[in-house]
């Protein structure tokens, strides 16, 4: 089984309406975080945990809001999706303790298109 | 102007070549340097770090870094078409306690046999 897992792998959504991404993890990391990768810009920094109770906003979080629900979980929001938020959007976990250049683990990805 | 700079390419390459990929940076504190991988339809995984200047071999890839200008080189040797992916170069500085990566572009390669 996957250690990173997200959910859905595919959504088509209309301008206006809430989507919410999902991600579960069994690596037992408390470091988890969320990407946008857009062709030609790699991957950015949306919002990133570092525990239960820490949410910290990354490079470009206007638009996205989210919820570290336990360890294992945390959710990506966008409450009203426009069509610049097509992209393909990773979840990803790391462990403060495994090293100091903080290994991070993706999970498969989910793409996201607004129309 | 982004931290981390990074050809995207594309990069096309016969079997058996040699490939360089390359990525320049801003943030002298940086001193873990990263690169992934990542294949089509799949998330990034890490293929090497390096710890400062100097090389780093495995297998067919070394990984170089150039503090004083500011620039790392992946080279891969001896290349085969199931390196085709696209490869981002990371990176991070010591002090952070925040651990926050920063990415370059990526560099698409494709290898045809």
């Known amino acids: 089984d996957a250690d990173v897992t997200q959910t859905p792998r595919n959504r088509i959504t209309k301008t206006g309406k809430r989507i919410m991404l999902e991600c579960s993890q069994t690596k037992g990391h408390d470091r988890m975080y969320w990407y946008r990768q857009d062709p030609g810009l790699g991957l950015r920094l949306i919002y990133y945990s570092f525990d239960v109770k820490d949410i910290n906003k990354g490079e470009i979080s206007d638009g996205y809001s989210v919820s570290r629900q336990a360890q294992a979980k945390f959710s990506l929001s966008l409450e009203s999706a426009i069509p610049n938020q097509t992209a393909l959007y990773f979840c990803?976990?790391?462990?403060?303790?495994?090293?100091?250049?903080?290994?991070?683990?993706f999970g498969p990805g989910t793409r996201l298109t607004v129309l | 102007q982004k931290e981390v700079e990074q050809d995207p390419g594309p990069l096309s390459v016969p079997e058996g070549a040699i490939v360089s990929l390359n990525c320049t940076y801003s943030n002298s504190a940086f001193q873990y340097f990263m690169w992934y991988r990542q294949y089509s339809r799949k998330g990034p995984e890490l293929l090497m770090y390096?710890?400062?200047?100097g090389n780093k071999e495995d297998g067919r890839f070394t990984a170089q870094v150039d503090k004083s200008s500011k620039y790392i080189s992946l080279f891969i040797r001896d290349s085969q078409p199931s390196d085709s992916a696209t490869y981002l170069c990371?990176?991070?500085?010591?002090?952070?306690?925040?651990?926050?990566?920063?990415f370059g572009r990526g560099t698409q390669l494709t290898v045809w046999p």
């Open positions: 990803a976990t790391s462990d403060p303790l495994a090293g100091g250049y903080n290994e991070q683990f």
């Open positions: 390096t710890y400062s200047s």
């Open positions: 990371a990176m991070k500085d010591r002090g952070s306690t925040l651990g926050r990566l920063y």
